[in-house]
């Protein structure tokens, strides 16, 4: 167990994300709740995980799947009670792992009493607490245009107003210029801090500070201002992890937000490397250049060496399955969901597994009208009103959805892979009967025991939390090599990551050292050797 009283206990530590709407499903209705994850805490404890981020489980209508709150202080019913919660909180801390919950401060549900008070007139005082802006119907503030897709501004015909939104309508905007809402956030935090939460996932955390009329969304002028202030009034006081999602970092601005001596956030949470096998729009998929990806990790282990934190993942409720994306989800879903996890937890930053992640989940086709995304919906839409073939749109579907990593987690072979009794609000992959965490459990030489081990050594090599980073052969188009140095020791990162076999050149120093972790059993380091489809490993070589 770590010991989180430990400055930056974190960087030691790897962390499990929980998509509690699909995780485990304890009374029947189809959904999962917080009482399912406390039954699978012994499971995550065998895996080895130190911190779980949880989606929301705030009161929400669900229009973005808890990512629209109506009550930040209220666990949804859909989930169980506030109870359930502390429950959650003791039970998981008993075992070595913290809550972290996921918090959604740039925006709230338009059902939140806020906006509900705030629609009431221009005097009322939750007016000012999101964006509102005077206007003629049907004549937008400006073309700003939301996430979700459409402009970012609903007309109010009461009020005679537009407000402001960056995801769908009814996720209308904060107005973090208002220092009651910041105040109401913080004491909000304080509160679920008080009972025990050790960490926070901050959603779109560089949006807050956003600035429409200047047609700014992320890295808002005052971003680091608020950051600082609610790192002082909301998280300083202890141990407290956070988590920054930031789809605007970039290595110019990533040590702002999480540089050692800026008290603002533990680590940043970018998607420089997830934006790669994509033209520039999200749903246009182009094939994954390595040469480049491998610069793009370069730039980022290289840039906030000593100077800041990196969160390490590949995949998330946002994104596809790893595996069926980067790897080979049929021939080779083991050798290259291995091989992914090794090529992940030798780098400096804290990983972060999602669930499923460690049995190789993967990506699910469903007919269109089986998805539950807005997102997916309203691209769906839209292309369809453009003229896009049905068929090139499935094929982004496929690819690209968020719906993929969030069909329910696969525990067994029996009915609905065991998350639920009941009818599961969204469709669960067929392939439970073979992937599932039964069977995963049962074969000693599963994806679940090598992210067991990888999770083990990342608790037993400070070199992998200390150690430079340097890429092997950077301008081959087939493997992903590194090596992490320190003055004692190296570690030496190999992976293949084709379906073809690859000879490689080894250093005389790393055929002395251990294998510490691999994806292929009869490994025989040599000077010359050839690594089979997908083949990767770890290597420890003590030098002092
Ligand atoms: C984040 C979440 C995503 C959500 C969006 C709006 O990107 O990860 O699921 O839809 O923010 O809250």
């Not at 304890?26 to 499971?43: K, M, R, S």
């Not at 994954?288 to 990790?297: A, G």
């Amino acid at each position: 167990m770590l010991d989180k009283t430990q400055k930056d206990w974190w960087k030691k530590a790897v962390f499990y994300q929980i998509y509690p709407k699909s995780f485990q499903d304890t009374t029947g209705n189809g959904v999962g709740d917080l009482q399912g994850i406390i039954e699978h805490l012994d499971y995550l404890e065998t895996l080895g995980i130190d911190g779980i981020w949880l989606s929301p489980v705030f009161a929400s209508p669900q229009v973005d799947n808890g990512y629209d709150i109506s009550n930040y202080r209220e666990i949804d019913a859909m989930f169980g009670t506030k109870e359930d919660m502390v429950k959650l909180i003791q039970e998981a801390k008993k075992r070595g792992i913290s809550i972290i919950l996921d918090m959604v401060l740039n925006h709230t549900s338009d059902k939140h009493e806020w906006f509900q008070q705030a629609i009431q007139s221009k005097d009322n005082p939750y007016h000012d607490y999101y964006i509102f802006r005077d206007g003629k119907e049907g004549e937008y503030p400006n073309d700003m245009k939301a996430v979700f897709g459409g402009p970012a501004w609903k007309w109010i015909p009461s009020l005679e107003q537009y407000y402001f939104f960056q995801f769908s309508p009814q996720q209308p905007d904060l107005n973090w210029e208002n220092e009651k809402v910041r105040e109401e956030l913080y004491d909000m935090i304080r509160m679920w801090k008080s009972l025990g939460v050790e960490g926070f996932r901050l959603d779109v955390i560089d949006q807050i500070a956003k600035e429409p009329d200047n047609h700014i969304t992320n890295n808002g002028p005052k971003l680091h201002t608020y950051l600082q202030e609610m790192r002082e009034k909301a998280f300083v006081d202890n141990q407290i992890v956070t988590i920054g999602e930031a789809w605007g970092a970039n290595i110019e601005n990533a040590s702002l937000f999480c540089g050692e001596e800026r008290n603002e956030l533990s680590m940043v949470f970018q998607f420089e490397h997830m934006c790669l096998d994509q033209e520039n729009e999200k749903w246009d998929v182009k094939d994954l250049d390595l040469v480049q990806l491998k610069d793009i990790y370069n730039k980022w282990q290289q840039a906030l060496y000593q100077k800041g934190w990196n969160s390490l993942f590949l995949d998330n409720h946002d994104l596809p399955r790893i595996v069926s994306r980067w790897g080979n989800d049929t021939l080779y879903r083991k050798e290259s969901a291995k091989m992914l996890a090794i090529f992940l937890h030798g780098m400096q930053g804290t990983p972060f597994i999602y669930q499923g992640e460690e049995i190789g989940m993967t990506n699910c086709k469903m007919d269109i009208h089986e998805y539950q995304d807005l997102e997916i919906l309203n691209m769906f839409a839209d292309r369809i009103s453009k003229g896009y073939k049905k068929e090139d749109i499935m094929d982004s579907i496929y690819a690209r959805g968020r719906d993929n990593a969030r069909t329910p987690m696969q525990f067994s072979n029996t009915k609905n892979g065991g998350f639920s009794t009941g009818k599961p609000w969204i469709k669960v992959n067929e392939n439970y009967k073979e992937i599932n965490v039964e069977e995963a459990l049962q074969d000693k030489d599963s994806i679940f025991y090598t992210y067991q081990k990888l999770i083990s050594i990342r608790k037993h090599y400070p070199i992998l939390q200390e150690g430079s980073f340097t890429l092997i052969e950077p301008k081959d188009p087939d493997t992903f090599m590194y090596k992490r140095e320190s003055e004692e020791d190296t570690m030496v990162i190999l992976c293949n990551w084709r379906e073809k076999e690859k000879k490689i050149i080894l250093d005389k120093e790393w055929i002395s050292g251990d294998i510490l972790v691999s994806n292929y059993k009869d490994i025989l380091l040599q000077e010359e050797m050839v690594l089979r489809p997908y083949e990767a490993m770890m290597i420890y070589v003590r030098r002092k």
